[in-house]
């Protein structure tokens, strides 16, 4: 008996190291919570193609209690433009499809297959393709990392969309980064440098693009973060005070995976992110005729 309890015990220990290391990994953390997520809340269609290469795809979460008069998000993932996949991130649809709304998860390519700005290509063509499924739908765009980036200028480089056949200021009510890269700060590590020769410090960098019109903005970034440093968004949110167009939230004891994470239902009492993304969601202002940029 005395055995049997030792082995349980040294299994729950296993168990538990397995489960700290998992989390501490966006791959594996986002593994183990999907797998404890449940499905209730939508309705999925998977494998939407919008365009010709493997990864132009994109998922399409449909909240069970929806409402068509909520803008549809569209949520990017992240991985350094070298890895990640929109499968990976259930947990988020399912945290914003058990608010009522229909939620978006396009992949595109990667490095070293492609470099800056052929992955925005993607983002804006994946965005394009679900506007024209739902052209009656205004878009908020989310995203995390690598794919906050890429959510962030289509706001910062319209042309993107309008290449798309997209207006941005009138089909994008706002844009959501969590631990954007954004040119506060340059790219100092490979793969990054290569991906973007000029480290963020040119056209490829949302802070030098600071004057162009704008939807409404939040950025948001851990004070722990030391994937993208937190002065990334206060950096960018100075150089856009004054117009009213960005909200910036610092959280302190929050790292980069943190805020992503938090849109678990599992994890979303341990920060504000979810809720402070739902607020900001809620309280953009509708179009009266000129669209949403200021």
Known sequence: MRQMLKLILFLLLL?????????????????????????????????????????????????????????LLVFVHGGGWTRGDKKMYKFVA?????????????????????????????????????????????????????????????????????????????????????????GGLPAEKEPTISIFPDRFSGN???????DRELPPILLINGEADTSVR???????????AGRDVANVNIYPDTNHVDVVKQFSRHFDHQGTTKADVLAFIEKLPDDEGDGFCL
């Open 230 to 240: 937190p002065e990334n968004a206060s950096i960018l949110g100075q150089a856009l």
């Open 94 to 182: 399912e945290g914003l499809t058990s608010e009522g709304y229909d939620v978006a998860l396009p992949n595109y390519r990667f490095f070293p297959e492609v470099k800056f700005p052929a992955f925005l290509d993607d983002t804006a063509n994946a965005i394009a393709a679900v506007h024209k499924k739902h052209p009656n739908r205004y878009m908020v765009l989310i995203g995390h990392s690598a794919g906050a980036y890429n959510a962030l200028m289509m706001g910062f480089r319209p042309g993107h969309l309008d290449k798309a056949g997209i207006s941005m200021c009138h089909s994008v009510k706002g844009i959501v980064s969590l631990a954007s890269p954004t």
């Open 204 to 210: 490829d960098g949302a802070l030098q693009l600071a």
């Open 15 to 71: 168990m538990g190291i397995v489960i700290f290391f998992m989390l501490r990994t966006e791959s594996g953390g986002a593994a183990l919570i999907n797998a404890i997520t449940p499905s209730k809340s939508f309705t999925v269609e998977k494998d939407i193609v919008y365009g010709d290469h493997d990864r132009h795809r994109f998922d399409f979460y449909e909240a069970a209690n929806g409402d068509d008069a909520k803008p």
